[in-house]
T-cell receptor, first 114, second 109 residues
């Protein structure tokens, strides 16, 4: 296990297209988080899962965004009808429920919407 | 709303100089505070958190509830400390992190 992985690492898409990102957390971690980071900003929380349950969603997560974690392992984040404002780094993190909230981050997926 | 403020975007010092990276937060309850670091071409990683009260890589941070601050300090900076540093806050069991905008530390030889 080499830590949290994300795929793809880079994605260029045209406005209006749908994109899907994947996150594989550290295997025994039951919590999984999605964040978004734009240039010059810190990561902003989007949503998180405990096992397969999505427990919280940010108001940043418009109805064009959907996240799933169907078996409590990997997660996907889909953006429908992408807009230029969606261009950002999408970060995934995972943690153990009893781990004192130490979140381990993946390398991120950089999305560019043209 | 909960907020984390890192008032300085850039800090450049010479090797061996002391450094202090400032972090202020707004939250009326009992927060949990963290410092995350991102070295060049690496992923974001936890540096330290206030509940552990540890010194990591020579860095320390003390939670001051009166001043709502959690400044990161190191008495003698090293070149390998050059990185982006983010202060973050969580609260109330939600476990989500609210980050500051980050600060770039450059330690010159």
């Amino acid at each position: 296990d080499t830590g949290v992985s994300q795929d793809p690492r880079h994605k260029i898409t045209k406005r209006g297209q749908n994109v899907t990102f994947r996150c594989d957390p550290i295997s025994e971690h039951n919590r999984l988080y999605w964040y978004r980071q734009t240039l010059g900003q810190g990561p902003e929380f989007l949503t998180y899962f405990q096992n397969e349950a999505q427990l919280e969603k940010s108001r940043l997560l418009s109805d064009r965004f959907s996240a799933e974690r169907p078996k409590g392992s990997f997660s996907t984040l889909e953006i429908q009808r992408t807009e230029q404002g969606d261009s950002a780094m999408y970060l995934c993190a995972s943690s153990l429920l009893a781990g004192g909230n130490e979140q381990y981050f993946g390398p991120g997926t950089r999305l560019t919407v043209t | 709303a909960q907020r984390v403020t890192q008032p300085e975007k850039l800090l450049s010092v010479f090797k061996g100089a002391p450094v202090e990276l400032k972090c202020n937060y707004s939250y009326s309850g009992s927060p949990e505070l963290f410092w995350y670091v991102q070295y060049s071409r690496q992923r974001l990683q936890l540096l330290l958190r206030h509940i552990s009260r540890e010194s990591i890589k020579g860095f320390t941070a003390d939670l001051n509830k009166g001043e709502t601050s959690f400044h990161l300090k190191k008495p003698f900076a090293q070149e390998e400390d050059s990185a982006m540093y983010y202060c973050a806050l969580s609260w109330g069991g939600s476990e989500k992190l609210v980050f500051g905008k980050g600060m770039k530390l450059t330690v010159n030889p």
